[in-house]
């Protein structure tokens, strides 16, 4: 395996960032696919649908707890070829909550997916961060994160198609196979990737505490974990709330809900026309107010198409903020960059389980409904923070 990093982002970069965005496919399906089950998941085993969403916050407290584990060792052994390794772990994951008998044998499945998608997406993150300039990046980001938005979208729709069709479990045995082959495909690959390992052993606290340590880290770390729950624990309800509200059917809700990625993707198609029209702090404060209207259309809608526009709205809404704060991610601590990006997606891990579970105890108490203000409140002000932080740290930079 080569060790010298690439000058910029090339044409000899892309195939390897296209495998990339086939593991973040997989990775983001299995993380949305259960939002549409939820309902279904609580008929199969007796439990409430706030119950139920333990099969979303297993997976999303695994995948946050890991990354302590990942970033250093990615780090040290090579981002890419320990991301191909996590992806056969997520098909054992997989395969586990298809044949589940239990709630607590899908929840032992769904924490087994967790703790090993977790080595995907960040590392793969990391790994570009390392092979393309800070001026690219966004933009490279934005062509990779494309597999991770059309994993949000088709994981939602997979979950309600198979539900309604031949049987949630289907769902989770195709997502195995997905990964099988994409792990086959990194892995036939790993002698021919240019990987930046560090020196010295694995430390795994040292390298946390190293970026923790820095003011701008620690900043970015605590917003992108109240994002994570401001957004994350109403989208998780989505889908049960159009199918209850609306009556229609769970493939249906979980079809609506999963347009989510079309918002994604005009974003994804456009960055680069955003970024240099709008910079990062008009775009950071945009994001949280479209988000925040978003919510307030599917909270009052009176028919179901205007979910539609609302998870539209969503997903651009989302990476309009997102972006901002994922590049600032990947420059962080650059030579410790798998820790620092490992750390920003376990802390939005860690925020997207407080919300669900703060939204399960809403949707318990108070109904479905409740779980909108929680994102319609916070994220205009969260954005705003954090965007005004950007700015006078932009200005700083700007004067030294």
Not at 83 to 107: K, R
Not at 261 to 283: K, P, S, T
Request: hydrophobic share 55%; with cysteine.
């Amino acid at each position: 395996m080569t060790t010298q990093p690439l000058p910029s982002a090339s044409t000899s970069t892309m195939p390897v960032i296209i495998l990339l965005a086939l593991a973040a496919f997989a990775s983001s399906s299995a993380f949305r696919i259960c939002d549409p089950l939820l309902p279904v998941l609580a008929s199969e085993f007796g439990v409430r649908t706030a119950q139920a969403s333990s099969a979303v916050t297993y997976f999303s407290i695994a995948y946050g707890v890991m990354q302590f584990f990942y970033g250093p060792v990615g780090d040290r052994y090579g981002k890419f070829f320990v991301l191909s390794l996590a992806t056969f772990g997520c098909a054992a994951g997989s395969l586990l909550v298809a044949s589940a008998p239990t709630l607590g044998i899908l929840e032992l499945g769904r924490f087994i997916s967790g703790a090993t998608a977790a080595g995907i997406i960040p590392l793969s993150m990391a790994w570009i961060g390392d092979h393309v300039p800070y001026a690219q990046r966004q933009a490279t980001l934005a062509r990779y994160l494309l597999g991770s938005i059309s994993g949000i979208a088709i994981g939602q729709l997979l979950g309600g198609v198979f539900a309604d069709t031949v049987g949630w479990r289907w769902a989770f045995v195709f997502l195995a196979v997905i990964y099988l082959v994409v792990g086959w495909l990194l892995i036939s690959r790993r002698h021919s990737v240019v990987e930046l390992p560090t020196s010295g052993g694995v430390r795994l606290l040292d390298p946390v505490r190293e970026v923790w340590a820095q003011p701008w880290a620690r900043i970015v770390l605590v917003v992108v974990c109240l994002e994570g729950a401001f957004v994350f624990g109403p989208l998780a309800f989505v889908p049960a709330y159009l199918h209850e509200r609306h009556e229609i059917a769970v493939a249906w809700a979980g079809g609506i809900s999963g347009l989510f990625a079309a918002g994604a993707l005009i974003y994804a198609l456009y960055a680069n026309q955003f970024v240099r029209r709008f910079g990062e702090y008009r775009l950071a404060v945009a994001g949280g107010c479209i988000m925040a209207f978003a919510f307030a259309v599917y909270w009052f809608s009176s028919v179901w198409y205007w979910g539609v526009l609302a998870s539209i709205l969503s997903g651009l809404g989302y990476y309009l903020l997102h972006a901002v704060l994922q590049t600032n991610a990947t420059q962080m601590a650059p030579a410790m960059r798998g820790t620092a990006v490992a750390l920003f997606a376990s802390f939005l891990f860690f925020g997207q389980s407080a919300g669900v579970i703060l939204a399960s105890v809403a949707v318990d108490h108070l109904g479905l409904a409740a779980v909108f203000p929680i994102g319609i409140f916070g994220l205009p002000i969260l954005a705003m923070v954090f965007a005004w932080r950007l700015r006078k740290r932009q200005a700083l930079q700007a004067s030294a």
